[in-house]
C-alpha cells in the first residue's frame, strides 16, 4: 500500500527518514530516479541514511513503475522518494498506482520560482504539476507532518 509519494531533493534525510517513516508506519522506501542508479556514492549515502527498521529499494523509474504496476510492493507500506518533479511526472505517466503527490524539499537555483518556504519550481515543473492536476492528482506541499498541507493549486503561479 502506498502511503505517501513524496519529491524531495535530499530523498532520505531526518524529516523524511524519521518524521515521516514514523507518522506513515512506512516499513519500506522506494527510491524512483535515474540518476542515484548512476551514483554509487549517494546510493551508498541512502542506505546509511535510511531507519534501521525500514526496507530500502532503489530504482530506476521504470523499474520502479514496473514494480508498482505488478503488484510486488503491495505488502508494504510504502514511501516513495522522487528527487525531482520531473521524475515524479515521468512515474506518475508510467502508473496508476498513486493520485496523491506531497512537494518536499526542492532547492533554489537561479532559473526557479519560490512556491513555499522550501519549494522552488521552475517553469516546466510547474508546467507539469499542472499537467498531472489536469489529469486528477491531488499535489499538496508539506514539509513535516506537523505542518499543515496546502493545496498546490493555491499557491501556484
Same mark, same amino acid.
Given at each position: 500500500m502506498?502511503?505517501?509519494?513524496?519529491?524531495? &531533493?535530499? #530523498? $532520505?534525510?531526518?524529516?523524511?527518514?524519521?518524521?515521516?517513516?514514523?507518522?506513515?508506519?512506512?516499513?519500506?522506501? +522506494?527510491?524512483?530516479?535515474?540518476? $542515484?542508479?548512476?551514483?554509487?556514492?549517494?546510493?551508498?549515502?541512502?542506505?546509511?541514511?535510511?531507519?534501521?527498521?525500514?526496507? /530500502?529499494?532503489?530504482?530506476?523509474?521504470?523499474?520502479?513503475?514496473?514494480?508498482l504496476?505488478?503488484?510486488? =510492493?503491495?505488502? @508494504?507500506? +510504502?514511501?516513495?522518494?522522487?528527487?525531482?518533479?520531473?521524475?515524479? @511526472?515521468? #512515474?506518475?505517466?508510467? =502508473?496508476? =498506482?498513486?493520485?496523491?503527490?506531497? +512537494?518536499?524539499?526542492?532547492?533554489?537555483?537561479?532559473?526557479?520560482?519560490?512556491?513555499?518556504?522550501?519549494? &522552488?519550481?521552475? =517553469?516546466?515543473?510547474?508546467?507539469?504539476? &499542472?499537467?498531472?492536476?489536469?489529469?486528477? @492528482?491531488e499535489?499538496?506541499?508539506? /514539509?513535516?507532518?506537523?505542518?499543515?498541507?496546502?493545496?498546490?493549486?493555491?499557491? #501556484?503561479?
Amino acid at each position: 500500500m502506498i502511503k505517501l509519494v513524496r519529491v524531495d &531533493h535530499r #530523498l $532520505i534525510h531526518g524529516q523524511v527518514g524519521f518524521s515521516w517513516t514514523k507518522f506513515l508506519e512506512a516499513n519500506c522506501i +522506494l527510491i524512483a530516479s535515474d540518476e $542515484i542508479m548512476k551514483d554509487d556514492l549517494k546510493m551508498t549515502a541512502m542506505k546509511m541514511a535510511k531507519p534501521n527498521d525500514v526496507k /530500502l529499494v532503489m530504482k530506476s523509474i521504470d523499474d520502479s513503475a514496473q514494480a508498482l504496476n505488478s503488484g510486488v =510492493t503491495d505488502k @508494504y507500506k +510504502l514511501l516513495i522518494l522522487c528527487e525531482s518533479v520531473e521524475d515524479v @511526472y515521468r #512515474l506518475a505517466k508510467k =502508473t496508476n =498506482t498513486f493520485k496523491k503527490i506531497n +512537494l518536499g524539499g526542492m532547492k533554489n537555483r537561479e532559473d526557479r520560482k519560490q512556491l513555499s518556504k522550501a519549494v &522552488h519550481l521552475s =517553469t516546466e515543473d510547474i508546467e507539469k504539476i &499542472h499537467d498531472l492536476i489536469n489529469d486528477g @492528482y491531488e499535489i499538496n506541499v508539506q /514539509l513535516v507532518p506537523d505542518d499543515v498541507a496546502t493545496d498546490v493549486q493555491k499557491i #501556484l503561479p
